[in-house]
């Protein structure tokens, strides 16, 4: 089936959507993005990815394409025009296409490009891999130092998935100076003694939108949360590990670099926190 995709204020089949080869996105990767899951054809924590997207086009002194609330409409009509119940629907914003290719920000004149597209995943909720975990290893992080900003600069988390991929293994967690950051997609946590340790905000991750959302339910439901930097050596020695984002939820990890986490299962907390995350974040959806 065809998709529905929406360019620069149309809605046209994916076909005969076009952007131009001036396009900063695709000359300097001199764009942004969100991606927000759809269960039951309704967006989890919209408000979240907005605010976050704001954030980023502030960061990079990015017009906005549109106003928020049009920007959850134009969201919401890509679930009804492509009949979306479980899935994903990215948005890609860039400074456009000004006339020349050139390192300076072109004047206010040039009109951002927008771009939104729906992968479906049915079931995407159900997933077996939750219940039976991935597998990590670790890689240097050689991206960029403003990872807090959501750029469409995926080449180097690209290249450690196919590190991971060609080690066997189903994911990768960056490590800098020591201390993991995150994985090539996802936040990073490991549980010890009841406590969830995850890396503290910094320009240095990402800040998950899920990652708010689980850390916020953790605390609400009396677990011990923990905002710091920790090892891979720490991580092997953890009782359970695991990863949020917004289209894995929150995903255990049972072995990374070879060995097994805890029992080498999926172990409870992880369990319980996808069960709360998708519990209350449905109730939440738009
Ligand atoms: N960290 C990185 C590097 C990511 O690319 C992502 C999501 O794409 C995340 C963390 C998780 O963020 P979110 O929970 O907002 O999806």
């Given at each position: 089936m065809t998709r529905t995709v929406y360019v620069n204020g149309e809605y046209l089949p994916e076909t005969e959507a076009k952007v131009s080869i001036f396009d900063r996105g695709f000359l300097f990767a001199d764009g942004v993005y969100e991606v927000t899951s759809v269960l039951d054809g309704k967006l989890i924590d919209f408000a979240g990815h907005a605010k976050r997207l704001e954030r980023s086009l502030g960061e990079l002194e990015m017009p906005a394409p549109c106003t928020m609330e049009e920007l959850l409409a134009i969201h919401r009509e890509m679930v009804a025009r492509n009949g979306l119940v479980d899935g994903l629907i990215y948005l890609q914003v860039t400074r456009g296409a000004p006339a020349d290719r050139d390192f300076a920000y072109p004047d206010a004149g040039t009109e951002?490009?927008?771009?939104?597209?729906?992968?479906?995943?049915?079931?995407l909720a159900d997933s077996p891999v939750a219940k039976s975990g991935i597998r990590v290893i670790t890689v240097p992080d050689q991206r960029w130092g403003r990872r807090d900003i959501k750029t469409v600069q995926l080449l180097y988390?690209?290249?450690a998935k196919m590190m991971a991929k060609a080690a066997g293994a189903d994911d990768a967690w960056m490590v800098e100076d020591g201390s993991v950051t995150e994985g090539t997609s996802n936040n990073?946590?490991?549980?010890k003694d009841g406590a969830i340790v995850t890396r503290h905000l910094s320009t240095d991750i990402l800040h998950g939108i899920t990652r708010a959302a689980v850390l916020r339910f953790a605390r609400e439901a009396q677990m011990r949360?923990?905002?710091r930097a920790f090892t891979a050596e720490e991580a092997q020695a953890a009782d359970e590990a695991f990863v949020t984002s917004a289209s894995a939820f929150v995903m255990p990890v049972v072995e990374i670099d070879g060995q097994a986490i805890g029992s080498?299962?999926?172990g409870p907390v992880a369990a319980r926190l996808r069960e709360i995350y998708l519990e209350e974040s449905r109730l939440t959806a738009v």
């Open positions: 951002p490009t927008i771009v939104l597209f729906t992968q479906s995943k049915p079931g988390p690209s290249m990073a946590y490991i549980v949360v923990e905002e080498g299962r999926p």
